[in-house]
């Protein structure tokens, strides 16, 4: 396999993006005519980390891979090129999805922003389809997106050969490539069929993109997909715009319950819990408490999800508690926060589902709240399956750096992006997590786990039984129950040996020597067991500097924090007269939507809207000045959005 050249943005060890910055003096032509678009169709003023670097390479014909996380801007990498390979006569790029779900919304908002474009899918009929088919051949289709098994039909492949033929097929994108791959969870054997696209058409450019990052996956895209000669554009995976806060569970639901009155009062949301049971009792429970609530799970009738799905992507403030069945192909932009009520299974998973707040690049929230009984949980799911030994053990080791994380001291985001790949300098903080904002204090509990360790030990020794953490930190404690009386441990040595620390400090020491694996949970309550490495604990040969149970840090609501360097100046929040243009604006915004049949967000962001109600843009010259705003937006509403302004400003 021949080497691919890697350009890297924050990754140590990879190239420097070698390529003149568009919009340069000496930046080429398809850059400067790529900004052109950006600039006209999108409205966006320039292009955001390696995005131009990318839209360069594919428009000029090149093959890329392109791996940037969630929120990145992986869409533009692909819908740029393909404007300016169409205006040069190029003729149609063939978007591969597998997200039926999503085509519609994609294509609304590209013919929103004047952009000929449709999908080609299961939901249309066949007179649909049919015209659809003729917009294709005839050339004016600037984007058409399919599924894989769509594309790879004898019907499709003679369209495409006509139109190869002709020299109109400008680009192929392949989106979600990971899909390509049975190392992740969302296979598709659909995919494997693509290197075929390689294979009849060698001259057509392909670009394929993912958010998944790990060499594995990477390694089998590039096989599978026949990209050796591609170049690969690997983004840092930092999203400097979520605060990662990771509580110790106390009551779980008033603490979410505060999270989101003090912090996200009247926004969209995902609360992830670990059942399907759960779920239902939390979306039930919170729209008790009055906040707008589905329940969403693979338990549920398919009408109902689908429909749920829709109304989270469709309206405006509403929370959706969901299993991890929810989540991908969701592209909602202005999703404020991502919660979980239960551990995810390790990194990766907490990873990419706190990766969908906050695509829009404005301040959003991951909130997590775990607990001993999580850890207990999640170590016996493990234990007690049927995989073999090695997959065991692969288990084990991703649950204990998820552990690691949760129970960190230091910045969570270094720790993250450790996991990833990307190292920063020492002593580098992000600001922009709760163990930054508000750096808790440690404790030094070596003799606390000896303790612990070996009052389980006098346990056994003693009926031979083992107990579950309640009872055991009871007995540290010194804390006299029938429990304590009924088995005779008020008599053991170890009985009172730990008064001086805290119950809460003590669930700390039991999680970390669960999740270090010095002690097994056992059997159907969790009972806790010696494991072999306790004896090197219990010699001391072990060290263990644990976090202090802290209150979880609170922010006033549109106060903002200080950033580590690397992020972008927040917005300015918005004044009293601000905000009611803002709500006026939101008002005429979500009318549009319900005419056209679209989400909100297609018409307008969130941050487009604000950014309106800052300026009070009195003309439209001064109105496409504004990010957000293209040429068809601004032809198409800024009549109407300066009515709203002058309306709402002489009020
Ligand atoms: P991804 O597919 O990588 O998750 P998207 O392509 O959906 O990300 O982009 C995330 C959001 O960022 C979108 O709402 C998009 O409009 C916005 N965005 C992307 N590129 C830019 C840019 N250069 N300037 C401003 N906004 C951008
Ligand atoms: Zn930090």
Known sequence: ?????????????????????????????????????????????????????????VAGGGDALVLMPTGGGKSLCYQVPAIVRHR????????????????????????EAGVHAAFLNSTLDGDGARQIERELLSGRLVLLYAAPERILTPRFLAMMDSLHERGRLALFAIDEAHCVSQWGHDFRAEYLGLSALHERYPGVPRVALTATADAHTRRDIVERLALAQARCFVSSFDRPNIRYTIVEKDSARTQLLRFLRDEHEGEAGIVYCQSRRKVEETAQWLSDEGIPALPYHAGLEADTRRRHQ??????????????????????????????????????????????????????????????????????????????DEDFKRL???????????????????????AYFGETRPAGWRCGHCDNCLQPPATWDATEAARKAL?????????????????????????????????????RLSTFGIGADVSEAQWRGVLRQLVALG???????????????????????????????????PRRERGARVARGAAA????????????????????WRAEVARAHGLPAYVIFHDATLAEVARERPDTLD??????????????????????????????
């Open 1 to 57: 396999m021949t080497e691919m050249t890697c350009v890297g943005q924050g990754r140590p060890g990879a190239d420097a993006p070698g390529a003149a910055a568009p919009g340069s003096a000496q930046a080429p032509a398809s850059a400067t005519s790529a900004l052109r678009v950006l600039r006209d169709v999108f409205g966006y003023p320039a292009f955001r980390g390696l995005q131009g670097d990318v839209v360069e390479h």
């Open 88 to 111: 040069a006569g190029q003729g149609v790029t063939v978007v591969v999805s597998p997200l039926i779900a999503l085509m519609h919304d994609q294509v609304g908002a590209l013919e």
């Open 310 to 387: 829709d109304r989270f992507l469709r309206e405006d403030g509403l929370v959706i508690a969901a299993t991890i069945a929810f989540g991908m192909g969701i592209d909602k932009p202005d999703v404020r926060f991502v919660a979980h009520l239960d551990l995810p299974k390790n990194i990766e998973a907490y990873y990419q589902e706190t990766g969908r707040a906050g695509r829009d690049g404005q301040d959003a929230d991951a909130w997590m709240a775990y607990g001993l009984s999580d850890v207990v949980n999640q170590r016996r799911m493990i234990d007690e399956g049927e995989a």
């Open 395 to 417: 288990q084990r080791g991703k649950l204990e750096a998820l552990l690691a994380l949760a129970e960190a001291h230091d910045c969570r985001r270094v720790r993250l992006l």
């Open 454 to 490: 070996s009052c389980v030990y006098r346990f056994q020794q003693h009926g031979g039984l083992s107990f579950g953490a309640g009872h055991l930190v009871d007995v540290l404690r010194g804390k006299s129950t029938d429990k304590t009386r009924q088995h005779g441990h008020e």
């Open 518 to 552: 010095h002690l097994r949970a056992e059997g159907e309550y969790g009972t806790l067991a010696l494991a072999p490495s306790a004896r090197e604990v219990l010699r001391g040969g072990v060290q263990l500097l644990l976090r202090e149970p802290a209150l979880p």
């Open 568 to 587: 972008k100046p927040p917005p300015l929040p918005l004044d009293a007269a601000g905000q009611s243009l803002f709500d006026a604006l939101r008002a």
């Open 622 to 651: 001064a109105l496409a000045g504004i990010s957000g705003i293209g040429a068809k937006k601004l032809e198409a509403y800024g009549q109407e959005i300066l009515r709203v302004v002058g309306a709402t400003v002489q009020d």
